[in-house]
Nanobody, 123 residues
């Protein structure tokens, strides 16, 4: 089991950047794949990015490819989401989630979730 806490959200102007952090506690964190998801008001939670336990494999939603980068540092029990060229439509609460070994784009396949961090992108 792992516990996840997101941080790094805030208010940024369109075109700017933010780096989100997902800090994990618990044993065997390096064996968990981690995904980032986001949920805007009135919308379903959607997949953003995911990374394999080793960090060697990654996947991104089409809407963020080329702009966002997911990475992890297992020695620090931390997963990052670097968000560049932010757009107003990126505004959402961002969540990190974990599941054992292999990543998934499906919300229901993740076992552990953080509480979320708000990202607001202004025009």
């Amino acid at each position: 089991q792992v516990q996840l806490v997101e941080s790094g959200g805030g208010l940024v102007q369109a075109g700017g950047s933010l780096r989100l952090f997902c800090a994990a506690s618990g044993r065997a964190f390096s064996s968990y794949a981690v995904g980032w998801f986001r949920q805007a008001p009135g919308k379903e939670r959607e997949f953003v990015a995911a990374i394999a336990w080793s960090g060697s494999s990654r996947d991104y939603a089409d809407s963020v490819k080329g702009r966002f980068t997911i990475s992890r540092d297992n020695t620090k029990n931390t997963v990052y989401l670097q968000m560049n060229s932010l757009k107003p439509e990126d505004t959402a609460v961002y969540y990190c989630a974990a599941r054992r070994y292999s990543w998934s784009i499906r919300v229901k396949e993740y076992d552990y979730w953080g509480q979320g961090t708000q990202v607001t992108v202004s025009s």
